[in-house]
């Protein structure tokens, strides 16, 4: 994997609702992290919140989770702890509540099974006196049986946000019905030497929507968990990420794991992250954070009255047709002569992908009905950025020669450094110096692309130093 070596795209931040996208650019303005990176925390939290609540039937007549599965592939120092702590605060807050809730719980169950075995005792105490005296023992027995339907249910926490994520601890916090959990993680050598991407059967399993789901324990116990839903969402440094495909690419390629991700690599923005004030003001988070919590209340609602139906999501009948359009599209670029022929298993969960995505999309932006043709457009262009990504990371065929892949982040550098403060003229062992592309070698052949397109052209002063001028037609473009 060296997707340093391909070019990308901007992420389609205009394909968000306006309370989703304004949030976005304002946690990307205010912290300067990887535009990528922000948007799939903010999606990370709308699947967490909602896939507990939603289902959504795609026009193929499947009745499919809202969750997904992120990886975010990042270097250190890009601020994810910083981005996830902000945007995620509604879940922590959340989950400490619940906390709080199943403490009382806790204190309540304690009373409540103290009166019950204390009851218990008796009632067993008078079962063998009659049993001794030879009197009948029918109406005790009777009472007996409605004593034991009233034993007190142990109080079980239910919280969203999860850490340890080994085979165990997946199937416990799952165990149960209709179980909603997320195994996030800022730093992905938690999930990753966990163990959870040992067990990829439970985790496509659990991605798919599986009914049930079980795992077998010593003296003949058995943890089952029905209907779970499962976000999975972590970031990891690119070696860490290089280290995991070699041991066990193969395998998770091959089960189809890798296939049902979301996945980016976005380009850093350490050194351009220039602060212009340092009390920035938020006003957008708090309206995304406001329905986040609004959705995060309705699922704790639902867990107080023990319910566990979700409410199913349907495509509008405009949509439908557009699914068809693009359900025949993938398939066309899948031919060994098509754009996709080597991502077929991303392709293949692609549009299932986008489904998810237009669900997440209507809840967060407070639609009723059907899911319109307009949501449905707002994911494909979503997924279409992935789809992209995939490819830029995981397949061969899609690699750039080093010069093109480098002269992305030099024309970055150039304008953020330089160009947007009116700076047309810089010398270029500043650029060498200062600049993302070293050694002078592949800074030369970056430049020798970038004068081919027009952007900037060379010169040579009087002590033979030179000279990097910048074309403001074409960075104002």
């Known amino acids: 994997m060296n997707p340093t070596l391909t070019l990308q795209e901007p992420y389609p931040l205009h394909a968000f609702h306006v309370v989703i996208k304004e949030a976005v650019e304002e946690v990307i303005r205010h912290v300067q992290a990887p535009d990528a990176l922000v948007a799939m925390e903010f999606l990370t939290n709308m699947s967490v919140s909602a896939q507990g609540l939603y289902d959504v039937r795609l026009p193929t007549g499947q009745i499919r989770p809202l969750s997904l599965n992120l990886l975010t592939v990042a ?182 794991h890798c296939a049902r991700y979301l996945v980016a690599y976005p380009p850093s923005t350490q050194g351009t992250r220039i602060k212009y004030r340092l009390d920035g003001e938020f006003y957008h988070l708090p309206k995304f954070h406001k329905r986040l919590r609004e959705v995060l209340d309705d699922w704790g609602r639902r867990l107080d009255a023990g319910a566990t139906e979700r409410t199913i999501l349907e495509f509008a009948e405009d949509a439908v047709r557009r699914w068809v359009g693009l359900a025949n599209e993938l398939e066309s670029s899948l031919g060994p002569d098509g754009p996709q022929h080597d991502i077929k298993d991303h392709i293949s969960k692609a549009l299932e992908i986008t489904g998810r995505i237009a669900a997440l999309l209507h809840v967060f932006s407070r639609q009723e009905g059907a899911i319109s043709v307009d949501t449905l457009g707002r994911a494909v262009d979503i997924v279409a950025w992935h789809i992209g990504e995939f490819k830029r990371i995981f397949s061969p065929d899609h690699a750039v020669p080093q010069e093109q892949a480098d002269a992305q982040p030099l024309a970055r550098h150039l304008w953020t450094r330089y160009g947007r403060w009116n700076r047309w003229i810089v010398p270029k062992n500043g650029v060498l110096r200062n600049g993302p592309v070293r050694p002078v070698s592949r800074l030369d052949a970056a430049l020798d692309c970038l004068i081919a397109d027009g952007a900037v052209w060379i010169t040579v002063g009087p002590k033979r130093e030179r000279y990097i001028h910048l074309n403001p037609a074409y960075f104002a473009a």
Not at 104 to 117: F, G, K, L, N
Not at 119 to 124: A, F, S
Not at 133 to 140: S, V
């Open 75 to 256: 270097d250190s120092g890009e601020r994810k702890t910083g981005v996830h702590n902000l945007v995620a605060e509604p879940l922590y807050e959340f989950d400490r509540a619940r906390t709080r809730k199943h403490e009382a719980d806790r204190a309540q169950y304690e009373h409540e099974i103290s009166v019950w075995e204390h009851i218990d005792k008796g009632l067993r105490r008078r079962l063998t006196k009659l049993t001794v005296d030879g009197k009948p023992t029918d109406e005790l027995c009777h009472q007996m049986a409605e004593h034991a339907a009233s034993k007190p249910v142990k109080p079980r926490l239910r919280r969203s946000m999860r850490q340890s994520a080994s085979e165990r601890a997946v199937m416990e916090a799952l165990e149960g019905d209709g179980e909603s959990v997320a195994f996030v993680s800022d730093e992905g050598d938690v999930i990753i030497q966990g163990g959870a991407l040992d067990q990829l059967g439970v985790l496509n399993k659990a991605w798919d929507g599986a009914q049930m789901l079980t795992m077998d324990r010593s003296h003949g116990v058995s943890i089952v968990a029905r209907n779970p839903r499962v976000t999975l969402s972590y970031q990891v440094q690119p070696a860490v990420l290089n280290d995991l495909l070699r041991r066990r690419g193969d395998v998770m390629r091959g089960s189809g």
